[in-house]
Structures are given as structure tokens and as C-alpha cells.
């Protein structure tokens, strides 16, 4: 597993090097009504298991709802507010924890995002796009007054579909921050993956 995370950072990180060379080789049109887009999600989140592969905890599927405000400087570049709020739940050995294994994860974060808007017809637009940045991750035991946040960090990437104003979009992040509570000493990486809308001006 920890093979697997660093090699999915790795890549993410790889493209976001990479994205702004060939972005400024090609030549592509700013979508009209960009300059701030505003957005809303709903999807899955999956804790993946940290580096201690002694350490039988799992994570059972949860969910998450999203929303985000992308002010974008550049045909290619923005800069993103994100609020996460998602739900999961412990299975198997958790040493430091009693009472219910159901947590609350809320998680903010500010990110540079890279894109490359591709028109496709007289109205629409693809739009890929990755980005990363930092934040916190705010995670609270339900039934308890256990809260505790801690710095996180963000890697993802996305495609949206945009109509005029509106647009439809999926993408997939990892939240990664160092869980040290209930026994725990890891790195965890919480997987998130929703769609939703999005409205542009």
C-alpha cells in the first residue's frame, strides 16, 4: 500500500509539472463567463490503509458532499477554496478507540489548479484539470468529545463538461494527513470521488 500511494503522488505531481509546458504549446480559447466558477459535489470517501502493514484496520465506504469557489488568473491556471465534509466508519482492530467507530472528516484546503480548456462544438467545453495544495483535516468521533485536526495535504485530478454557464464535472482527490490517535502512528490517505455541478460567471 505504501508502494501504491507513493506511486499515485508521484504521478500527480509528475503531470502537474508537466501540464504547463504543453498547456502553453497549444493554443486554446477561455470559455466565456470564467472568471470565477462555483461548485458542488457529491460521492464516496475511502480511507486506504497507512504504512503499517502489521496494523489490521480497514476502513468500511463512507460518503462526502463537497463544495468549492475557483477564481481563475489565467485561461489555464486558478486558485481554489474547498470544504469537505464525509462520513466513515472502523473496521477490524482499533486498539485506542471504544465507544462507536464512526468518524466525521472535514476537510479544507486551498489548491492551484491547472487545466486545458478544449472546446467541443459551438457550446461546450472539455475540461481536464489537475491540481494540489494544502489545508486541514478536522476528524471527530461520533458519540464522543474526541476532535482533533491536523495539517493535510491534497493531490487530484478532474474533467468537467461545461455548457455556457453550466457544468458537470467528476474528480478524485487524496486527503493526506498523519493520524495519531486510538493507537494509530501513520500516514493516512483518504480517498475522495464525487460529481456534481458547477456554475461559472
Given at each position: 500500500?505504501?508502494?501504491?500511494?507513493?506511486?499515485?503522488?508521484?504521478?500527480?505531481?509528475?503531470?502537474?509539472v508537466?501540464?504547463?509546458?504543453?498547456?502553453?504549446?497549444?493554443?486554446?480559447?477561455?470559455?466565456?463567463?470564467?472568471?470565477?466558477?462555483?461548485?458542488?459535489?457529491?460521492?464516496?470517501?475511502s480511507?486506504?490503509?497507512?504504512?503499517?502493514?502489521?496494523?489490521?484496520?480497514?476502513?468500511?465506504?463512507?460518503?462526502?458532499?463537497?463544495?468549492?469557489?475557483?477564481v481563475?488568473?489565467?485561461e489555464?491556471?486558478?486558485?481554489?477554496?474547498?470544504g469537505?465534509?464525509?462520513?466513515?466508519?472502523?473496521?477490524?482492530?482499533?486498539?485506542?478507540?471504544?465507544?462507536?467507530?464512526?468518524?466525521?472528516?472535514?476537510?479544507?484546503?486551498?489548491?492551484?489548479?491547472?487545466?486545458?480548456?478544449?472546446?467541443?462544438?459551438?457550446?461546450?467545453?472539455?475540461?481536464?484539470?489537475?491540481?494540489?495544495?494544502?489545508?486541514?483535516?478536522?476528524?471527530?468521533?461520533?458519540d464522543?468529545?474526541?476532535?482533533?485536526?491536523?495539517?493535510?495535504?491534497?493531490?487530484?485530478?478532474?474533467?468537467?463538461?461545461?455548457?455556457?454557464?453550466?457544468?458537470?464535472?467528476?474528480?478524485?482527490?487524496?486527503?493526506?494527513?498523519?493520524?495519531?490517535?486510538?493507537?494509530?502512528?501513520?500516514?493516512?490517505?483518504?480517498?475522495?470521488?464525487?460529481?456534481?455541478?458547477?456554475?461559472?460567471?
Open positions: 500500500m505504501r508502494f501504491q500511494s507513493v506511486s499515485r503522488v508521484s504521478v500527480l505531481l509528475a503531470v502537474a508537466v501540464a504547463p509546458t504543453l498547456l502553453l504549446a497549444q493554443g486554446a480559447t477561455r470559455p466565456a463567463f470564467d472568471r470565477v466558477t462555483i461548485g458542488g459535489r457529491f460521492g464516496g470517501l480511507g486506504a490503509r497507512g504504512p503499517d502493514e502489521a496494523d489490521l484496520t480497514n476502513w468500511r465506504l463512507g460518503w462526502a458532499t463537497s463544495a468549492d469557489v475557483t481563475w488568473l489565467h489555464y491556471v486558478g486558485l481554489r477554496a474547498n469537505t465534509w464525509g462520513q466513515d466508519s472502523i473496521k477490524g482492530t482499533a486498539p485506542g478507540m471504544s465507544g462507536r467507530r464512526k468518524l466525521n472528516k472535514f476537510s479544507y484546503d486551498g489548491d492551484v489548479v491547472l487545466r486545458y480548456p478544449a472546446e467541443v462544438g459551438s457550446a461546450g467545453w472539455v475540461i481536464p484539470y489537475v491540481f494540489g495544495g494544502a489545508g486541514a483535516a478536522s476528524i471527530h468521533q461520533l464522543s468529545d474526541d476532535t482533533f485536526t491536523k495539517f493535510a495535504g491534497t493531490f487530484g485530478l478532474g474533467v468537467e463538461y461545461r455548457i455556457k454557464r453550466i457544468g458537470f464535472k467528476a474528480e478524485g482527490r487524496d486527503v493526506v494527513y498523519q493520524l495519531d490517535r486510538w493507537g494509530f502512528d501513520r500516514t493516512q490517505h483518504d480517498i475522495v470521488w464525487d460529481g456534481g455541478i458547477t456554475v461559472s460567471f
